[in-house]
């Protein structure tokens, strides 16, 4: 069963910085691609950053480009999103994912309709004031 807890995210001004945790259990993050969604009141999920299976590519939306950066640590078996210069626009709940059916890699991971996950947690919540 996998099971991950999101943690890391507040309530910061425009221009803070967060850093988003989660670590996962049955199964190991370095052998599929994983990636952080995020959903806004009111909007559909939208993926934000992933890793390749391999780790070889890494890979973020246009709008949190040079912002934040994903990264997973094979041995705290953990996902990590490092959010800098953080914008009002970026307030959203914020999901980590793994592809555990192998379907997809990243960049994919994050934009294909057909990606589905049985293990969605409770997200953390990010709220950036201008």
């Known amino acids: 069963q996998v099971q991950h807890v999101e943690s890391g995210g507040g309530l910061v001004q425009a221009g803070g910085s967060l850093n988003l945790s989660c670590p996962f259990s049955?199964?190991?993050?370095?052998?599929?691609?994983v990636g952080w969604f995020r959903q806004a009141p009111g909007k559909e999920r939208e993926g934000v950053s992933c890793i390749s299976r391999s780790g070889l590519t890494l890979y973020s939306r246009d709008s949190v480009k040079g912002r934040f950066t994903i990264s997973r640590d094979s041995v705290k078996n953990a996902l990590y999103l490092q959010m800098n210069s953080l914008r009002p626009e970026d307030t959203a709940t914020y999901f980590c994912?793994?592809?555990?059916?192998?379907?997809?890699?990243?960049?994919?991971?994050?934009?294909?309709?057909?990606?589905?996950?049985?293990?969605w947690g409770q997200g953390t919540q990010v709220t950036v004031s201008s």
């Open positions: 049955g199964l190991n993050v370095g052998d599929y691609a």
């Open positions: 994912a793994a592809d555990v059916e192998r379907k997809y890699d990243c960049p994919q991971v994050l934009f294909v309709k057909k990606f589905t996950y049985n293990y």
